[in-house]
């Protein structure tokens, strides 16, 4: 029968990040339905102006969401009653470099006003390929490490490879009224940092008697 040692090496890769996504949403609360919806639909057109003059490029800047409800209280003995609607609506933005990142929110910030909610930023690289290969050799050679320290403590030796297989690597608005109005907004800078992308790979050698 032959003998064989399975092994699962684990490993990750650090890199400086390249671009940033950001998820930014405007949100208004008015008397009817047609009022929430058409200011919703002028501060989100004012959110992607500011956008493009502060950079950012018309494919860049996606509308993912839309949503229009009533605003509905609890009143005892009357049950619930509609005070209001409200109605939003979700932009994906991307940022070609971190460092551009905070200009680019102050910008959409000066333009949406009090309408405007910052729901995510995500920073990633727009080709991992190069960290994902170092990620990926680096659990290869984890891998690779155990198994031949298991082999030896059984007295035996790392043969050919049987099998290998990769296993996948591994905030919500502040609620706000009022009318759009357009402020000097200060820029936060983006730090980069570095990002760090993780990799497992599972390979099963045949073990050889020493």
């Known amino acids: 029968m032959r003998r064989t040692i399975t092994v699962t090496g684990t490993a990750s890769a650090r890199a400086v990040p390249d671009m940033v996504t950001l998820t930014l949403g405007v949100e208004t609360r008015r008397a009817s339905a047609a009022e929430a919806y058409s200011d919703a639909g002028r501060a989100a057109s004012a959110v992607a102006a500011g956008l493009r003059s502060a950079g950012v490029g018309d494919p860049e800047i996606r509308t993912s969401g839309l949503n229009l409800r009533a605003d509905l209280v609890w009143v005892e003995g009357q049950g619930q009653k509609v005070t209001g609607y ?24 000066a333009a949406g006003g009090d309408d405007i909610r910052i729901n995510a930023i995500e920073q990633g690289f727009a ?84």
């Open 127 to 210: 080709d991992p390929s190069g960290v994902n290969a170092k990620a990926q050799e680096a659990a290869w050679s984890d891998a690779l490490g155990r198994a031949q320290q298991y082999a030896q403590l059984a007295g035996a030796r790392l043969g050919a490879v049987l099998s290998v297989s990769q296993e996948p690597g591994s905030g919500g608005p502040v609620p706000a009224g009022g009318l759009t109005r357009a402020y000097a907004v200060e820029a936060i800078p983006v730090e980069a940092g570095e990002s760090t992308v993780s990799a497992s790979v599972t390979v099963q050698w045949e073990l050889l008697a020493d």
């Open 86 to 109: 409200i109605a939003s609506s979700t932009l994906q933005v991307g940022i070609g470099s971190p460092a551009d990142a905070g200009s680019a929110v102050a910008a959409a910030v």
